[in-house]
């Protein structure tokens, strides 16, 4: 199923300081190929690509793909994964969130037209909204609140698609179109507001599980290492599909399950705490990946227990003033 690109290129990650950024990052500079990551550093993290910093073949540069400054060199893959993409964070600017996908992604895509290089967009699954149409195929065209205050990132991940289909139609760049459904693993963020960091970091702390709405709402997650390889299998794919395509895990698990899982990883985790459900929040979401599977011959192979897991152990890690604490309750929950 992997696919790689032909080794010693130059790839341009934007967002490369962010969750599933870095992991690129660190996958391409591990098949050989030259890394320029670009990041404004508004959720990306430097600790994150710290260890990358002083590599052979890496560079950064802190900028804002609004304001994209000029790329010396030849460029030959770009990877945009620049955009907030959790509610708490892309509703802290929506403006810029927005504009991000608009602006941002047109001069990428400039960009790429300049250097002769392929550019995949990462899109979302938020494209679909509070779908009619379960599982979502790329053939549903969604149902989203233009006007409500998810629109910023669900109707800028929209137009940055349209962008996209523009150019490949005019023979201006080769775009391939990735939908991203709930992902999740190391280099995650605290307090990025996503539900898995949310439950496992309340577990860690020893705080309530907060579940908004009644916890019965679905989704389906994916490991962040499966994302990248499907990432790169659409990126490296011959020919161009002409058409987007979701990367997800098709497992799907309501909160509440969710929440179950990370309470048996913790013992004696407090009790559940709900809160009211966010406007516009999704009741189910579950990709069909059939076109994935046709293809790029790529589906998800990590099962959510044991993702689970290896997010814990992340976590644990990035919140050392609670480790010593969890492992001792864990241990002394051990019949």
Known sequence: MTQTATRGKTVLVTGGAGFIGSHLCERMLAEGHRVICLDNFQTGRRRTIAKLVDTPNFTLIEADIIRLPAIS????????MACAASPPLYQADPVHTLMTNIVG????LMLAAEKG???????????YGDPLVHPQSEDY??????TGPRACYDEGKRSAETLCFEYLRARRVDTRVARLFNTYGAHMRPDDGRIVSNL???????????????????RS?????????????????????????NLGNPGEFTIIELADMVREMVPGTPELTFMPLPV???????????RAKELLGWSPRIQLRAG?????????????????????RISSSRP
């Open 141 to 146: 065209w969604g149902n989203v609140n233009c």
């Open 117 to 127: 290089a392929r550019f995949l967009q990462a899109s979302t699954s938020e494209v």
């Open 73 to 80: 060199g030849p460029v030959d893959r770009i990877y945009n």
């Open 280 to 290: 516009d929040d999704p009741q189910r979401r579950r990709p069909d990946i059939r």
């Open 200 to 218: 496992i970091c309340q577990a860690l702390m020893n705080e309530p599980l907060t579940i908004y709405g009644s916890g019965q709402q679905t």
């Open 221 to 245: 997650f994916c490991y962040v290492s499966d994302l990248v390889d499907g990432l790169v299998a659409l990126m490296e794919y011959q020919v161009n599909p002409e058409t987007p395509i």
């Open 105 to 108: 992604v047109n001069n990428l």
């Open 308 to 328: 689970l897991e290896k997010t814990m152990e992340w976590f644990r890690a990035e919140l050392p003033a609670v480790a010593s604490q969890t492992t001792a």
